[in-house]
């Protein structure tokens, strides 16, 4: 069973910057895209970004395009989100999450992690 375990969830004033990690158990890049799903206020779920080093894709929502990135560490079985310019409605719940690919991601989530928490104060 593949666990992933995220961190790096804060609090933070609008305009700043937070940087999420999520630690895979086993090496599952090869086999899944890996990313991360927000969870805000109102309980929608949204696939903010994802990143599948097998096939060189990403993904970006358009809400979080040329503000945050994503990167991957193979070697190190993580994946990483750089969040920079945060608004207020970037807060939310942030689930790592292990899918078939980027393309629809989110709708085949094979693998979730615990949730960590992002509030971006006004």
């Known amino acids: 069973e593949v666990q992933l375990q995220a961190s790096g969830g804060g609090l933070v004033q609008a305009g700043g910057s937070l940087r999420l990690s999520c630690a895979a158990s086993?090496?599952?890049?090869?086999?899944?895209?890996m990313g991360w799903i927000r969870q805000g206020p109102g309980n929608l779920r949204e696939g903010v970004a994802c990143?599948?080093?097998?096939?060189?894709?990403?993904y970006y929502a358009d809400s979080v395009k040329g503000r945050f990135t994503i990167s991957d560490d193979i070697a190190k079985n993580t994946v990483y989100l750089q969040m920079n310019d945060l608004k207020v409605e970037d807060t939310g719940i942030y689930y790592c999450?292990?899918?078939?690919?980027?393309?629809?991601?989110?709708?085949?989530?094979?693998?979730w992690g615990q949730g960590t928490l992002v509030t971006v104060s006004s």
């Open positions: 086993g090496a599952i890049f090869d086999d899944y895209a």
């Open positions: 990143i599948s080093s097998n096939d060189g894709t990403s």
């Open positions: 999450a292990a899918d078939l690919g980027c393309q629809g991601y989110g709708q085949g989530v094979a693998f």
